[in-house]
C-alpha cells in the first residue's frame, strides 16, 4: 500500500468515527531515540567534494558500524480516533537528532551529523484488552522532512588545550555522507510498537527503520528504537460532558 492511501483512509475513518459519535481526542507527545544502529560496510569511502579517504579499521567491520544512545528527541502534537479498542492516531512532530562518529583511517577524525526535521508519525494501534490501562500494539509509518548537517567536529587540542581546531590542523570540509547516511529528499519510515494505557498517558516503545524504496536512497543500514509518552488533554466526549453539565 503506498503511503498516500493512508491519508485517504484517515480521513474515512475520521469521517466514520464521527458519524458514529466516536471520541476524537488532542495531547501532546514527547520522545527520545533510546537507541540507534547505524551501519556502513564498504571497507572505502571517498566523499565527492573532499580529498579526505575513509577506510575500515579492521577487514571486514566497515567503515561505520555504530550504535549510538540517547541521540535524538521530539516534542509535538497527538490526534486521536478511537473506535472500541482501536486508535488511529496523527503525530506531527518536531525532531532533532545529533551524532558523532569518530573514523581512525585514513587518519583520526570525527564528525558531527545530525538533523533538525518535522516528523509526521501515522499509525494504528489495537488495545489487547479492554480495560482502560490496557497494553496496545500499533504499526504504522513516519514521514520525515528534514535539515541535515554534516561537518567536521573539533579536535582536542582545540577543546582542551588551546590547539589548532582540528586534528592535524586540516579541515576536510563538510557533507561528506550526503546519500550515505542521509539526503535533502523527504523518506518514509515503517515502525512496529508496543505501548501501555497509564490513564491519560500512553507510553510506547517503537522499533524503526527506513521503508524499502526509502532506504534504497542512502548506502547505510539504520534503526532506531524510540521511546515515547504522550498526554491526553481534551476529547470530544469531554466537551459533550461539560455541555451537557452546562445545560443541567
Known amino acids: 500500500m503506498k503511503q498516500g492511501s493512508i491519508f485517504i483512509i484517515f480521513t474515512l475513518y475520521v469521517l466514520t468515527g464521527y458519524a458514529q459519535n466516536q471520541d476524537i481526542k488532542f495531547g501532546v507527545s514527547a520522545s527520545t531515540q533510546v537507541f540507534q544502529s547505524t551501519r556502513f560496510m564498504d571497507s572505502i ?34 490526534i486521536r480516533y478511537t473506535f472500541r479498542k482501536s486508535t488511529l492516531s496523527l503525530e506531527p512532530q518536531y525532531f532533532m537528532q545529533r551524532s558523532i562518529f569518530v573514523f581512525q583511517k585514513e587518519s583520526y577524525s570525527e564528525r558531527v551529523i545530525g538533523m533538525k526535521a518535522f516528523r509526521l508519525p501515522i499509525f494504528y494501534s489495537f488495545k489487547l484488552f ?22 567536521q567536529h573539533p579536535g ?9 581546531i582540528y586534528n ?26 508496543i505501548g501501555k494505557n497509564i490513564g491519560d498517558f500512553k507510553l510506547t516503545l517503537r522499533f524503526m527503520t527506513r521503508s524499502i524504496k526509502s532506504s534504497e536512497k542512502i548506502a ?17 466526549s469531554d466537551l459533550k460532558k461539560k455541555r451537557k453539565i452546562y445545560h443541567e
Open 168 to 193: 592535524g590542523g586540516v579541515d576536510y570540509g563538510d557533507g561528506h555522507f550526503n546519500s550515505v547516511l542521509y539526503t535533502d529528499k523527504a523518506y518514509w519510515q515503517n515502525y512496529f510498537g
Open 156 to 164: 582536542n587540542e582545540f577543546l582542551y588545550a588551546n590547539g589548532p
Open 45 to 78: 569511502y571517498k566523499p565527492q567534494n573532499s580529498d579526505f579517504t575513509y577506510k575500515e579499521d579492521q577487514k571486514g567491520t566497515g567503515i561505520i558500524n555504530r550504535a549510538h544512545i540517547f541521540n535524538g528527541y521530539s516534542i509535538g502534537g497527538v
Open 130 to 151: 479492554k480495560k482502560k490501562n490496557s497494553m496496545f500494539l500499533s504499526i504504522g509509518t513516519v514521514l520525515t522532512v528534514a535539515n541535515h548537517y554534516d561537518f
Open 220 to 236: 547505510a543500514e539504520i534503526a532506531q528504537l524510540e521511546l515515547n509518552i504522550s498526554y491526553h488533554i481534551i476529547g470530544i
